[in-house]
């Protein structure tokens, strides 16, 4: 297996009942719904997010309880963003490029070591989840802005760029990490050029490249709607921004760049982030990319601001949740990432 050509991997995108249903287009259903779920390092906790109407961030110990109701209503997919709040910050420089020994949990880092600790939240969830709902479909994001000591989404050099090299292998380590706890698919939303090949061959080499999918964060851009997001993950970066490595808003070309080199490094799903605002360029990942199931990422603040719109009185909520994912569909998403999917649930049945 690990001599095997990455463009010889198919079996990865349709591993899982869940996952061989995205493989189509056709009219909302409740499998095409994915919910992001936050998961944080208490492992009692159920904390409202504020900007976040009815989310919150969840505690280990409150999954069962939390999920169960909605496995019942259908809910088949789930993708779980780490929350290390508890975590205590190593001492800068934040360049360090050398992996540092990991002693225990809750050391944020050059390298962002709690990302795939064993006593983390999110290994820890993946085996709650998979005790508990055998059937319920589990992917990760993978990124490292929640778990370094400054926030950004990989090693830095000593002028604060991204060392991209050490931060292409360090992402493609905690996906394999990932891999092995449990996890049905590997999510990484960090935009480092080439990390899709990395994990993809550290798949392979571990001898998942068959078991686990790869879901690129492909046409990723650096939006406004996050906000909301990074209270939730307290993932906002300590200095500067992420333009250098998620997408100008403007740079359609770039986005079309980026799925095709995405396709051709090993996705097995490409996904679009956010969606509303990029209507266009899913439309575009469809045509690039047809034979790919295609996600788009309905972001916190899209779904923050329908719920303003609502509670002004410009529409009904329900209405325009609806309006909202089918245009998506429509542009041609097999699969939706959205803080909705609880509702649709309901709306669905």
């Known amino acids: 297996m ?12 349709y591993q899982h009942p869940v996952s061989r249903s995205w493989q189509g287009r056709r009219a909302l259903t409740k499998s095409m719904f994915m919910y992001p779920i936050f998961i944080t390092d208490d492992p009692n906790a159920s904390v409202l997010i504020p900007s976040l109407p009815g989310q919150h961030r969840w505690g280990v ?33 934040y360049f360090a490029v050398t992996d540092i020994p990991l002693t225990s949990y809750g050391l944020q880092d050059g390298r962002g070591s709690p990302a795939d600790d064993e006593n983390g939240p999110v290994i820890q969830a993946i085996k709650v989840i998979r005790a508990n709902f055998p059937n319920l479909y589990i992917a990760c994001d993978v990124c490292l802005c929640e778990y370094t000591d400054h926030g950004h989404c990989g090693y830095l050099n000593e002028d604060g760029t991204i060392h991209t090299e050490p931060s292409v292998q360090r992402i493609a380590q905690v996906s394999v990490n990932y891999a092995k706890a449990g996890a049905h698919c590997v999510a990484p939303s960090d935009m480092m050029d080439g990390r899709i090949k990395a994990i993809k061959r550290g798949l392979i080499d571990a001898g998942f490249g068959n078991k686990v999918t790869l879901m690129s964060y492909s046409a990723k851009f650096a939006s406004s709607l996050y906000g909301p997001f990074r209270d939730a993950a307290g993932s ?5 921004d992420r333009k250098c490595y998620q997408l100008p808003p403007t740079a359609k070309g770039l986005a079309r760049r980026a799925i095709l080199r995405d396709v051709g490094e090993g996705a097995d799903i490409i996904m679009v982030k956010p969606a509303l605002p990029y209507l266009d360029i899913i439309a575009d990942a469809a045509q690039l990319a047809p034979d790919h199931p295609l996600a788009c990422y309905q972001v916190s603040g899209e779904f923050a601001m329908i719920h303003a719109g609502a509670n002004a009185g410009v529409y ?4 325009m949740a609806f ?19 609880p509702d649709f649930l309901e709306w669905l049945s």
């Not at 009904?316 to 209405?319: R, S």
């Open 323 to 341: 309006e909202s994912v089918e245009s998506m569909v429509r542009a041609g998403a097999t699969l939706i990432l959205t803080y909705f999917t």
């Open 236 to 240: 906002a970066p300590s200095f500067g």
């Open 316 to 319: 009904e909520l329900k209405t």
């Open 2 to 13: 690990a001599s095997m050509d990455i463009s010889s991997i198919l079996q990865g995108g």
């Open 61 to 93: 110990n409150k999954l069962v309880e939390f999920l169960g109701p909605l496995v019942k209503k259908g809910l088949s997919s789930v993708i779980l963003f780490g929350v290390p709040l508890n975590c205590v910050k190593a001492s800068p420089p």
